[in-house]
């Protein structure tokens, strides 16, 4: 396990000045979590998109915060000093201000996080606000936000036109004003974002998809390692195809057990002769 220590906000924040970008991945289990602390990546958010690539869902409004908890708690053991960030399910904030608070409480409480995230502009800076006023870190989601994604159109770029992307650049600053410690910009063309960044004045924006001139970049784990069969989005990476290594291992092994090679003496374990004969006659 690494042996860096507990990254805080000041230290993101450090970061920041000395323009150094920040590492962000999007994490859901213990394993890939114990990874991603051993390559010593900034900041780790369980977000809501575990709906699709952990449960098999066509989108994330199905991701309940019981489903959160239970995953993001995984994610903290296998890394225990990474930035940590939840991602508020849909439904656990847009309701009232007390319940955005409630459950970003339980995220601090249950599963130890560092933060948590939702999704939304201006329309959501007294959530923001009331949740920063608890003591607790919050970023925001501008741009493609999946929870929305009905009334976006479905999955496109955001801000396109100057009416639209002048929206998103109100909504960055409405979310800064309210307490808001980061911005995530997903799908938002280079520009607007590099406007967004250039005007933030204590907070973090961070890049999926958005272009280089961000504080930090984001990335989903399952896109970069081709683990996600539905679709390749074309803002990921492929920074290794793991799911064809998965695949061909997968068929390997069914192969092997039809044709009897698997498994071979080396894979299991044997009993001396005497201990057998003694079990036989006492069978006998």
Known sequence: MSERKKITLPDLFKKVEQGKPITMLTCYDYPTAYFQEE????MILVGDSLGMTMLGYDGTLPVTMNDMIRHTQAVRRGAPTAWLIGDMPYMSYQISVE????NAGRFMAEAHTDAVKLEGGAEMADRVDGIAAAGIPVMGHLGLTPQSVSSLGGFRLQGKGALQAKKILDDAKALEKAGAYAVLLELVPDRVCQLITERANDCIIISLGSGPLAHGQLLIYHDMFGLYPKFKPRMAKVYGNAGEVILDGLKRYAE???EEVFPAQEHYFGMKDKEF????EMLD
């Open 99 to 102: 319940e955005a608070i409630r």
């Open 39 to 42: 390559a010593g990546i900034d």
């Open 277 to 280: 004969e003694e079990l036989l």
């Open 256 to 258: 092997e057990v039809q």
